[in-house]
């Protein structure tokens, strides 16, 4: 069950003029419409597949504040709950158009964390920590997060710090041989503590949830109440799944979302972004 969310006392006048970011026709806003692009196949699989996502960050951010894509924005996120994430990954795998490409920790080892990435094959997303060619896949994504329950924060903090450094050094991020090294010999310890951790958990209330471990280390904590039950948001003209209560979830990741931060605040990720000319890609 959902319900529909209504942007009413949240979303105020905004005057200022961002179509020098993603005005039509700019390489931004055609790779805005890409990862919306990618964000409706995703959408059509849960939906297919019974598998409950929302959409998470800065894009439910740009849902709420703009009713889309905040105006610099070049990446999109959605979250899904943990139980849920190898479902959901059978099924992308089995399902996307050929246009798209699916990539997790487990195909592509350059990736630093653990997440599932859906990429347009016909493009080149530089992200500045791989060079052309360095991945099967480097084209626009969108990032697909996975959420467990935790039994603290200070717990989820300290395992992850450990669980997450082994795991990008092991996978070679920094190239250093002696960090490489006591990565493999911390490793087993930092897997016991993770299993620690999730069995410390099976006797709470379970209703804390943060990214799972090794996942992208985000300050977001979030009751499972105010993600669930979940609603509905218009996002680029269209309706996406969002948490219910999204203005209590925006609030624990941003404060005061609302506000428009100073043009130097404005950050994209991508360095470049490459698009090739092509008219298969349904932006209707």
């Known amino acids: 069950m959902y319900s529909i969310c209504i942007n009413t006392e949240k979303v105020s006048m905004i005057e200022e003029d ?21 964000l409706v196949e995703v959408d059509k699989i849960c939906k297919r597949y019974n598998i409950p996502y929302w959409i998470d960050y800065g894009t439910l951010l740009g849902a709420v504040r703009h009713k889309g894509f905040i105006p610099w924005d070049d990446d999109l996120d959605i979250s899904v709950l943990k139980k849920d994430y190898k479902r ?3 099924a992308l795998k089995k399902e996307l158009p050929d246009h798209l490409a699916y990539q997790d920790w487990k195909n592509e080892r350059r990736l630093t964390f653990k997440v599932i990435k859906v990429r347009d094959r016909n493009s080149y997303y530089d992200d500045g920590l791989t060079k052309k060619g360095e991945m099967v896949h480097q084209g626009i994504f969108i990032d697909i997060f996975a959420v467990e329950p935790i039994p603290s924060v200070r717990i989820k903090k300290m395992v992850d710090f450990l669980y997450g450094r082994c795991l990008r050094r092991l996978r070679k991020v920094n190239e250093n ?8 010999l911390i490793w087993p310890l930092a897997i016991t ?5 999730r069995f410390i958990t099976l006797f709470t209330n379970r209703k804390l949830l943060a990214n ?3 996942g992208l280390n985000l300050p ?4 499972k109440d105010t993600i669930f039950p979940l609603c509905k948001i218009e996002f680029e003209g269209k309706e996406f799944f969002a948490p219910g209560n999204y203005d209590q979830h925006l609030r624990e990741i941003y404060g005061d979302y609302m506000k428009i931060p100073p043009r ?6 991508a360095l470049s972004i490459e698009l ?3 008219n298969a890609y349904n932006y209707g």
Request: hydrophobic share 40%; glycine share 8%; net charge neutral.
């Open 18 to 38: 961002f179509s020098c970011y993603n005005g039509e026709g700019t390489v931004l806003r055609k790779a805005q419409l890409i990862m919306l692009n990618i």
């Open 88 to 90: 959901l990954s059978d």
């Open 177 to 184: 041989k002696t960090e490489f090294l006591i990565a493999i």
């Open 193 to 197: 503590l993770v299993g620690f951790s």
């Open 212 to 214: 799972i471990y090794g």
């Open 220 to 223: 977001a904590y979030h009751s």
């Open 264 to 269: 130097d605040k404005r950050i994209t990720h």
């Open 276 to 278: 090739q000319d092509n």
